[in-house]
């Protein structure tokens, strides 16, 4: 099962992803798939900020993973923004080792992260983004199956956006 959604700006896209933040299960791995500006970096700020991340979230790209505080709230104490457009998917995915940081009390956003599908743990959620009709419509897909995420509720939460 899949829910898909829809955002019409870049803010209504931030906005989507604090309200994912509200559903987010410590311990999660979210796999950021999508084109070069189709909305990545954009979810993650609205995610940050729905978990309370003080400061700027930005594109990880040289960085590769980024580490935030969050306020605490849910059980989540910090964030992972990760970008593997540069990493790839062999071993240097792998040494970031993202998997193994996000532990119980992290989640962890992974920009293509579907480049490295082997090395980022077993559960994943998937968010695939795409451009939409008009120039600032965004349709995402996410996809919950095989994480502890739930779906009933994950849908309730992005009702403002979800689409049938
Ligand atoms: N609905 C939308 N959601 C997200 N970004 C949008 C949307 N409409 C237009 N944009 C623009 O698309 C770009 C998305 O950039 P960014 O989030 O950095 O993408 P990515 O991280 O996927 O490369 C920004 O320039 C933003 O203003
Ligand atoms: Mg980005």
Same mark, same amino acid.
């Given at each position: 099962?899949?829910?898909?959604? +829809?955002?019409?700006?870049?803010?209504?896209?931030?906005?989507? !992803?604090?309200?994912?933040?509200?559903?987010?299960?410590?311990?999660?791995?979210?796999?950021? =798939?999508?084109?070069?500006? =189709?909305?990545?970096? =954009?979810? @993650?700020?609205?995610?940050?900020?729905?978990l309370?991340?003080?400061?700027?979230?930005? @594109?990880?790209?040289?960085?590769?993973?980024?580490?935030?505080?969050?306020?605490? +709230? +849910?059980?989540? @104490?910090?964030?992972?923004?990760?970008?593997?457009? +540069?990493?790839?998917? !062999?071993? *240097?995915?792998?040494?970031?080792?993202?998997? *193994?940081?996000?532990?119980? /009390?992290?989640?962890?956003?992974?920009?293509?992260?579907?480049? /490295?599908?082997?090395?980022?743990?077993?559960?994943?959620?998937?968010?695939?983004?795409?451009?939409? *009709?008009?120039?600032?419509?965004?349709?995402l897909?996410?996809?919950?199956?095989? @994480?502890?995420?739930?779906?009933?509720?994950?849908?309730?939460?992005? =009702?403002?956006?979800?689409?049938?």
């Amino acid at each position: 099962m899949t829910i898909q959604a +829809r955002t019409t700006s870049v803010d209504d896209t931030r906005a989507l !992803g604090k309200a994912l933040a509200d559903v987010l299960v410590p311990g999660t791995v979210v796999v950021l =798939a999508g084109g070069l500006g =189709a909305g990545k970096t =954009a979810l @993650s700020q609205g995610v940050a900020a729905g978990l309370g991340v003080e400061g700027r979230v930005t @594109s990880p790209t040289f960085t590769m993973v980024a580490t935030h505080d969050t306020d605490g +709230r +849910r059980g989540i @104490s910090q964030l992972l923004h990760a970008d593997l457009y +540069r990493v790839g998917s !062999g071993a *240097e995915a792998d040494d970031l080792a993202i998997a *193994e940081m996000v532990e119980d /009390a992290a989640v962890a956003l992974v920009e293509w992260g579907d480049m /490295a599908p082997g090395v980022l743990g077993p559960t994943q959620v998937t968010c695939t983004i795409s451009l939409g *009709e008009g120039e600032d419509d965004r349709l995402l897909v996410l996809d919950l199956d095989g @994480s502890s995420m739930d779906e009933a509720a994950t849908t309730a939460a992005l =009702a403002a956006w979800v689409t049938p």
